[in-house]
C-alpha cells in the first residue's frame, strides 16, 4: 500500500539549487535510507515531506489518515518541560505513554520524571526524543540523523529496534552499519536525479559504482558524436536552414549532454603533517574525579609512533574529559603526562571552534595564516587550501553563519589540518560529515603519518581506522583491548557467553534461581510469538481495506457496521503490537 508520494519536488534558497525535480514513493514496509552530500538539502526536504516546510514547487501526497512524525537532528521541546510533560501528544493515550516509559528504561535514560529537559545533555535529550517519536505509534517514522549524539550501546539498542519494528521509515543517516542494518531501500539524490536501491548500503554501493561506469562510457560516446557533429557545424553555410535544422538541434542536445561532470568533488586531504620523534606520549598514574564520580583510577599508557587508538563507553563516562587532560586542557587529579618534544597536537571537538558567525568562511582561515606550508615543502594561500576542503572561491566568501552543519565541519577540519599536527585528537569527527567526505577523510587517516586518538561513535570509522581501543567502562576503569570495535564486541560476546556457561544452574540451596537464568522465550511463548506475527498482518491488511473502502467514496449500506470493525481492529492491532514487542524484545 502506497503511504506517501513525493512528485517533482524543487527546493532553492537564494541563488542555490538543493534539489530540482525530487519524485519517489513510500510503500507501507519501506525502510528507506536517504544518502546525498552536504548542501543537497536533505533535512530540508524531510522537514518538507513532513509538512514543517515549504517547496518551491511539486507536491507531496500522503495516504488519508498516515500518521507521520519526524524525529529531527536537533529535537525540540515544550518550553519550561520536565521529562514528565516533554511529550503532550501521549495524554490521553495511557499505552502510549506505557510504550514511552518503557523505550526510556530499555534506552538507559536514568532520569527523574521532574527533571527539565534543558538540563539534560543531548544524548538524553536525543533519546527522550527518539522515545516520545516511536510511542506516538506512527505509520511513517522519518529519521533526521538518529544516531547522532548516541553512544553505541544505545545506536545498537535502537538499530536492533528499528530493524525488528513494523513501521515505515524514512531515514537521513551518515552510519554505514546502521544503514546497512536496517534499511532495505537506499535513495541517493546526485545532481538533480533520483536513483533507487531495493537492497541495502552495501548493495547500494555496488550498483552505484556501476551505475557511474555506465555513465561514463555514454559520455564518452557522446563527446566523439558531439566532435563529428562539431566538424559538419563548422562546415554548415550561415544561410543554410529547413531540412538541417533537425540535426543542428540534436546537435545542441548533444552538446549540453557534454556537459555533465562526473568527477566526484571530494575533499583533497593530502599529507600535512609535522615529523614526529620516537618519544610520543606517556600518562602515568592518571586519576581524576568529579565528586563521586571516578572518571579514571590510576590510568597507565605509553604512546607509539603512529598509534591509532579508539575510545568507546557511555554516554557520560568521562571520554572527553580523557582527551582533554591529555592536551592539559584539564588537570588531572593525581598523576602526570611527559610529552615528547616534537609533538603537535591537532585538536578536533565536537563542540566546534568558536568561529565569528559574521566573518567570512575566508577570513577565518587568513586570520590563523595567510599561507600554509604543505608536506613537501610548498606554500599555498589561504585560499589554496580551502579549495582543498570543497570551498571554492565564491564559497570562501560566505558568511559563517549561512553555513550548513556538514561545511561547518569541513571548515573546523581546515583550521585544525593547516597547523601540520602529528598528533590528531578527534572528538566524534564523523557528526555531519557525508558518507563521500568520510571516506576521504578515513583514507587520511589511514595514512597519517602521526598519532591519533578517536573518541566516535561510528563503528564503521573506527573498524576502518583504529588498531586499538581504550574502552571505559566507568568507576575509572580502562580497558585496553588490541583490535578494531567489531573484534571488540566479538570479544565481549564469547566472554558474556563464557560467563552464562560457567553460572551455575541451581542456587547452593538446591532450587533455581530465576534471576541467575539468561531470559528466553518458553515454547508456548514461541509458539504466540508466531501468531501474532500472522495475526498482525491478517488486521494490517483489513485495516488497509478498510481504509480504502471509506476513501473510495463508494456508498456503503452498512457504514456503521464497517466503522465499528475498524476500530475493533486499529484496538486488536494495538493490543497484539505491544504484546509482538515484548515477546521480541525478550527473544533479543
Same mark, same amino acid.
Given at each position: 500500500?502506497?503511504?506517501?508520494?513525493?512528485?517533482?519536488?524543487?527546493?532553492?534558497?537564494?541563488?542555490?539549487?538543493?534539489?530540482?525535480?525530487?519524485?519517489?514513493?513510500?510503500?507501507?514496509?519501506?525502510?528507506?535510507?536517504?544518502?546525498?552530500?552536504?548542501?543537497?538539502?536533505?533535512?530540508?526536504?524531510?522537514?518538507?515531506?513532513?509538512?514543517?516546510?515549504?517547496?518551491?514547487?511539486?507536491?507531496?501526497?500522503?495516504?488519508?489518515?498516515? *500518521?507521520?512524525?519526524?524525529?529531527?537532528?536537533?529535537?525540540?521541546?515544550?518550553?519550561?518541560?520536565?521529562?514528565?510533560?516533554?511529550?503532550?501528544?501521549?495524554?490521553?493515550?495511557?499505552?502510549?505513554?506505557? +510504550?514511552?516509559?518503557?523505550?526510556? $528504561?530499555?534506552?538507559?535514560?536514568?532520569?527523574?520524571?521532574?527533571?527539565?529537559?534543558?538540563?539534560?545533555?543531548?544524548?538524553?535529550? =536525543?533519546?527522550?526524543?527518539?522515545?516520545? @517519536?516511536?510511542?506516538?505509534?506512527?505509520?511513517?517514522?522519518?529519521?533526521?540523523?538518529?544516531?547522532?549524539?548516541?553512544?553505541?550501546?544505545?545506536?545498537?539498542?535502537?538499530?536492533?529496534?528499528?530493524?525488528?519494528?513494523?513501521?515505515?521509515?524514512?531515514?537521513?543517516?551518515?552510519?554505514?552499519?546502521?544503514?546497512?542494518?536496517?534499511?532495505?531501500?537506499?535513495?541517493? !539524490?546526485?545532481?538533480?536525479?533520483?536513483?533507487?536501491?531495493?537492497?541495502?548500503?552495501?548493495?547500494?554501493?555496488?550498483?552505484?559504482?556501476?551505475?557511474?561506469?555506465? !555513465?561514463?562510457?555514454?559520455?564518452?560516446?557522446?563527446?566523439?558524436?558531439?566532435?563529428?557533429?562539431?566538424?559538419?557545424?563548422?562546415?554548415?553555410?550561415?544561410?543554410?536552414?529547413? %531540412?538541417?535544422?533537425?540535426?543542428?538541434?540534436?546537435?545542441?542536445?548533444? =552538446? &549540453?549532454?557534454?556537459?555533465?561532470? +562526473?568527477?566526484?568533488?571530494?575533499?583533497?586531504? %593530502?599529507?600535512?603533517?609535522?615529523?614526529?620523534?620516537?618519544?610520543?606520549?606517556?600518562?602515568?598514574?592518571?586519576?581524576?574525579?568529579?565528586?563521586? =564520580?571516578?572518571?579514571?583510577?590510576?590510568?597507565?599508557?605509553?604512546?607509539?609512533?603512529?598509534?591509532?587508538?579508539?575510545?568507546?563507553?557511555?554516554?557520560?563516562?568521562?571520554?572527553?574529559?580523557?582527551? /582533554?587532560?591529555?592536551? $592539559?586542557?584539564?588537570?588531572?587529579?593525581?598523576?602526570?603526562?611527559?610529552?615528547?618534544?616534537?609533538?603537535?597536537? $591537532?585538536?578536533?571537538?565536537?563542540? $566546534?571552534?568558536?568561529?565569528?558567525?559574521? =566573518?567570512?568562511?575566508?577570513?577565518?582561515?587568513?586570520?590563523?595564516?595567510?599561507?600554509?606550508?604543505?608536506?613537501?615543502?610548498?606554500?599555498?594561500?589561504?585560499?589554496?587550501?580551502?579549495?582543498?576542503?570543497?570551498?571554492?572561491?565564491?564559497?570562501?566568501? %560566505?558568511?559563517?553563519?549561512?553555513?550548513?552543519?556538514?561545511?561547518?565541519?569541513?571548515?573546523?577540519?581546515?583550521?585544525?589540518?593547516?597547523?601540520?599536527?602529528?598528533?590528531?585528537?578527534?572528538?566524534?569527527?564523523?557528526?555531519?560529515?557525508?558518507?563521500?567526505?568520510?571516506?576521504?577523510?578515513?583514507?587520511?587517516?589511514?595514512?597519517?603519518?602521526?598519532?591519533?586518538?578517536?573518541?566516535?561513535?561510528?563503528?564503521?570509522? +573506527?573498524?576502518?581506522?583504529?588498531?586499538?581501543?581504550?574502552?571505559? &567502562?566507568?568507576?575509572?576503569?580502562?580497558?585496553?583491548?588490541?583490535?578494531?570495535?567489531?573484534?571488540?564486541?566479538?570479544?565481549?560476546?564469547?566472554?558474556?557467553? *563464557?560467563?552464562?556457561?560457567?553460572?551455575?544452574?541451581? #542456587?547452593? @540451596?538446591?532450587?533455581?534461581?530465576?534471576?541467575?537464568?539468561?531470559?528466553?522465550?518458553?515454547?508456548?511463548? /514461541?509458539?504466540?510469538?508466531?501468531?501474532?506475527?500472522?495475526?498482525?498482518?491478517?488486521?494490517?491488511?483489513?485495516?488497509?481495506?478498510? &481504509? #480504502?473502502?471509506?476513501?473510495?467514496?463508494?456508498?456503503?449500506?452498512?457504514?456503521?457496521?464497517?466503522?465499528? *470493525?475498524?476500530?475493533?481492529?486499529?484496538?486488536?492491532?494495538?493490543?497484539?503490537?505491544?504484546?509482538?514487542?515484548?515477546?521480541?524484545?525478550?527473544?533479543?
Amino acid at each position: 500500500m502506497i503511504y506517501m508520494q513525493v512528485e517533482e519536488l524543487t527546493k532553492s534558497v537564494g541563488d542555490r539549487m538543493l534539489f530540482q525535480d525530487v519524485t519517489f514513493g513510500v510503500n507501507e514496509g519501506d525502510k528507506i535510507g536517504i544518502v546525498a552530500k552536504n548542501g543537497t538539502g536533505k533535512s530540508t526536504m524531510l522537514r518538507i515531506i513532513a509538512g514543517l516546510d515549504s517547496a518551491d514547487s511539486g507536491t507531496v501526497t500522503t495516504r488519508t489518515g498516515i *500518521r507521520t512524525v519526524l524525529l529531527e537532528q536537533e529535537p525540540t521541546f515544550p518550553d519550561g518541560a520536565t521529562v514528565a510533560t516533554a511529550c503532550p501528544e501521549l495524554t490521553g493515550h495511557p499505552d502510549r505513554a506505557l +510504550l514511552f516509559e518503557r523505550l526510556l $528504561g530499555q534506552m538507559g535514560l536514568d532520569v527523574h520524571k521532574g527533571d527539565a529537559v534543558t538540563n539534560l545533555s543531548g544524548g538524553q535529550r =536525543k533519546r527522550l526524543a527518539i522515545a516520545r @517519536a516511536i510511542a506516538s505509534e506512527p505509520d511513517l517514522l522519518i529519521l533526521d540523523e538518529p544516531t547522532n549524539h548516541l553512544d553505541i550501546p544505545v545506536i545498537e539498542w535502537l538499530e536492533g529496534y528499528l530493524r525488528r519494528s513494523r513501521m515505515t521509515l524514512l531515514m537521513v543517516t551518515h552510519d554505514r552499519y546502521f544503514l546497512d542494518r536496517v534499511c532495505n531501500t537506499i535513495l541517493e !539524490m546526485d545532481r538533480t536525479h533520483v536513483y533507487m536501491h531495493n537492497g541495502n548500503y552495501d548493495y547500494y554501493l555496488r550498483r552505484r559504482a556501476e551505475r557511474i561506469e555506465a !555513465m561514463g562510457a555514454e559520455l564518452a560516446k557522446v563527446r566523439n558524436t558531439l566532435r563529428r557533429e562539431q566538424d559538419w557545424m563548422s562546415r554548415q553555410p550561415q544561410a543554410r536552414g529547413g %531540412k538541417d535544422k533537425g540535426r543542428k538541434d540534436r546537435f545542441y542536445d548533444l =552538446k &549540453e549532454r557534454s556537459r555533465i561532470d +562526473l568527477r566526484e568533488k571530494t575533499l583533497d586531504l %593530502k599529507g600535512n603533517s609535522t615529523y614526529i620523534g620516537s618519544k610520543i606520549f606517556v600518562a602515568d598514574h592518571i586519576s581524576k574525579r568529579y565528586g563521586d =564520580k571516578v572518571i579514571l583510577d590510576d590510568f597507565n599508557y605509553v604512546f607509539a609512533r603512529y598509534d591509532k587508538v579508539g575510545i568507546v563507553g557511555p554516554n557520560g563516562v568521562g571520554k572527553s574529559t580523557l582527551i /582533554k587532560m591529555l592536551q $592539559g586542557i584539564v588537570a588531572p587529579d593525581s598523576g602526570h603526562f611527559d610529552v615528547g618534544e616534537t609533538v603537535r597536537f $591537532g585538536y578536533y571537538s565536537q563542540d $566546534g571552534i568558536a568561529f565569528d558567525r559574521n =566573518k567570512k568562511v575566508i577570513d577565518a582561515i587568513s586570520e590563523v595564516a595567510d599561507e600554509i606550508e604543505m608536506t613537501d615543502g610548498t606554500r599555498v594561500s589561504a585560499s589554496q587550501f580551502l579549495s582543498h576542503f570543497l570551498f571554492p572561491v565564491p564559497d570562501q566568501q %560566505k558568511y559563517i553563519h549561512t553555513l550548513s552543519g556538514g561545511e561547518l565541519c569541513r571548515l573546523h577540519l581546515a583550521t585544525v589540518l593547516m597547523r601540520r599536527p602529528n598528533f590528531l585528537i578527534l572528538d566524534e569527527p564523523t557528526n555531519d560529515l557525508d558518507l563521500v567526505t568520510l571516506g576521504v577523510l578515513e583514507e587520511y587517516l589511514a595514512d597519517f603519518k602521526g598519532c591519533c586518538l578517536i573518541v566516535s561513535h561510528d563503528r564503521f570509522f +573506527l573498524d576502518n581506522i583504529v588498531e586499538h581501543l581504550f574502552v571505559m &567502562e566507568g568507576n575509572g576503569t580502562v580497558r585496553d583491548f588490541a583490535g578494531n570495535y567489531t573484534e571488540y564486541r566479538e570479544w565481549q560476546a564469547l566472554q558474556q557467553s *563464557r560467563d552464562a556457561a560457567d553460572t551455575p544452574k541451581a #542456587a547452593p @540451596a538446591g532450587r533455581k534461581d530465576r534471576t541467575d537464568r539468561p531470559v528466553r522465550l518458553s515454547f508456548k511463548e /514461541k509458539r504466540e510469538l508466531e501468531q501474532l506475527t500472522a495475526d498482525i498482518d491478517t488486521l494490517t491488511a483489513e485495516r488497509a481495506a478498510l &481504509e #480504502a473502502l471509506f476513501n473510495s467514496g463508494e456508498v456503503v449500506a452498512d457504514i456503521a457496521d464497517k466503522a465499528r *470493525r475498524y476500530e475493533e481492529v486499529k484496538n486488536l492491532l494495538d493490543e497484539k503490537e505491544m504484546r509482538w514487542l515484548e515477546l521480541s524484545e525478550k527473544d533479543g
